[in-house]
């Protein structure tokens, strides 16, 4: 069936080091979408991304869409302790399913 | 907007006791979705309606839960009985168009069954 796999569970860093969150799908996603938890908080809409090999940027998050749309990642550079959270991929499917990850739980150590 | 709205917010019952979740969607969206997070089994997805029509409802752990969606504004997700195992955080979720689009995801409610 279409499941969506995320990695690492958990990442711990130092401020000012980089983190990077992989998802990958069993079968060619449509998009994806990612999304950001905060602690005890619900999840927020980051970014969708829908062409193959597609890059976009926010500040300094990085998302990236495989070539063969079937996995994903997401570059936080020089992380900050704002971006504490956990970071959710969601895999859309031409079925009009979609999948949610895991989620990759990131703590920064001032 | 005030975004898509949960009540409680937070929850303490007995084990055995009925319990309602309700949520107001976006205005304008179609679809809506309940979830279920915990930190053993991540987010997961209960069910998603439709224009109303519940479409997906394979994740809906047991007869004991039920969820309905009246109309377009407003839907309730139902355990009974509750089991401490149903603690949990339950989200709720809207969108347009369907599964695929970008969700708006509401504050959730915190269930603890004692």
């Known amino acids: 069936g279409q499941q969506v796999m995320q990695i690492p569970q958990y990442q711990h860093v130092q401020e000012g080091e980089d983190f990077t969150t992989y998802c990958n799908s069993s079968t060619t996603l449509s998009n994806i979408q990612w999304y950001k938890q905060r602690p005890g908080g619900h999840p927020v809409f980051l970014i969708q991304l829908v062409k193959s090999g597609e890059v976009k940027k926010q500040k300094r998050l990085t998302f990236q869409f495989g070539e063969a749309k079937k996995n994903s990642s997401l570059h936080i550079t020089a992380t900050q302790t704002t971006d504490v959270g956990t970071y959710f991929c969601a895999g859309g499917y031409n079925n009009n399913d979609m999948r949610f990850g895991a989620g990759t739980r990131l703590t920064v150590k001032p | 907007d005030a975004g898509v709205i949960q009540s409680p917010r937070h929850e303490v019952t007995e084990m055995g006791q009925e319990v309602t979740l309700r949520c107001k969607p976006i205005?304008?969206?179609?679809?809506l979705f309940w979830y279920r997070q915990t930190m053993m089994r991540g987010l997961e997805l209960l069910i998603y309606?439709?224009?109303?029509?519940?479409?997906?409802d394979s994740g809906m752990p047991e007869d004991r839960f039920s969820a309905k969606m009246p109309n377009a504004s407003f839907s309730t997700l139902k355990i009974q009985p509750s089991e401490p195992r149903d603690s949990a955080v339950y989200f709720c979720?809207?969108?347009?168009?369907?599964?695929?689009?970008?969700?708006?995801f509401g504050p959730g409610t915190r269930l603890l069954v004692l």
């Open positions: 979720a809207s969108t347009w168009t369907g599964a695929g689009e970008t969700q708006y």
């Open positions: 309606f439709n224009n109303n029509v519940p479409i997906d």
């Open positions: 205005s304008g969206h179609n679809s």
